[in-house]
């Protein structure tokens, strides 16, 4: 069965900090994974997602991510955290087998001035 | 191209009242998700349809709550009778089909039972 795990349910960073988001998955056969982003008052977007072409995958905004098998991760990465930034990020993993995908619990990232 | 468009964005209505949620998803998407955010619990999958037919609705809080998809391009989720603890925001989600594909949300609507 599928699973996701988001350590960290709450993250800091001052602006032009480096962001990082973790996220861990459970899965039996090899996943597809997803990063969303949640603004204030609004649904959840796609920021990127990981579809077996490359590890490295890069999204909207300037994150990237990258699938590490043998640490079953994909830990969401910014190299300079914005103010614009400031939301809550979803992880979520999808398997052939499952029929949908299976969403982490968030983690809000609080940008600071 | 439109997204997923929910209707009405906000309810408030009085505690015993019949309640109406309405989604039209994607056009040309195979799935559509209805889900429950709450600060308390986070985000919930409530019940999920393919091809119109509901997959599994074991996410549905109550009896209270019903879900209907007549056709691709509309479904409703229904509580009667409300109550207070059924504030919160949901959210409809279509996606094409394929494992590999993601989910597009729509704008949510927010709902407060008085």
């Known amino acids: 069965a599928q699973s996701v795990t988001q350590l960290g349910s709450h993250v800091s960073v001052s602006e032009g900090a480096l962001v990082l988001l973790r996220c861990n998955y459970s899965s039996s056969v090899p996943p597809y994974l997803f990063w969303y982003v949640q603004y204030p008052n609004q649904g959840l977007q796609l920021l990127l997602k990981y579809t077996s072409a490359a590890t490295l995958v890069k999204g909207i905004n300037g994150f990237e991510a990258e699938f590490k098998k043998s640490e079953t991760s994909f830990h969401l990465t910014k190299p300079s955290a914005h103010m614009s930034d400031a939301a809550e990020y979803f992880c979520a993993v999808s398997e052939a087998n499952a029929g949908k995908s299976t969403f982490g619990d968030g983690t809000t990232l609080t940008v600071k001035p | 191209d439109a997204g997923v468009i929910q209707s009405p964005r906000h309810e408030v209505t009085e505690m015993g009242q019949e309640v109406t949620l309405r989604c039209k998803p994607i056009s040309g998407h195979d799935y559509l998700f209805w889900y429950r955010q709450t600060m308390m619990r986070g985000l919930e999958l409530l019940i999920y349809?393919?091809?119109?037919?509901?997959?599994?609705d074991s996410g549905m809080p109550e009896d209270r709550f019903s879900a209907k998809m007549p056709n691709a391009s509309f479904s409703t989720l229904k509580i009667q009778p409300s109550e207070p603890r059924d504030s919160a925001v949901y959210f409809c989600a279509s996606q094409a089909a394929g494992y590999n594909q993601p989910q597009h949300f729509g704008d949510g609507t927010r709902l407060s039972i008085l």
């Open positions: 349809f393919n091809n119109n037919v509901p997959i599994d």
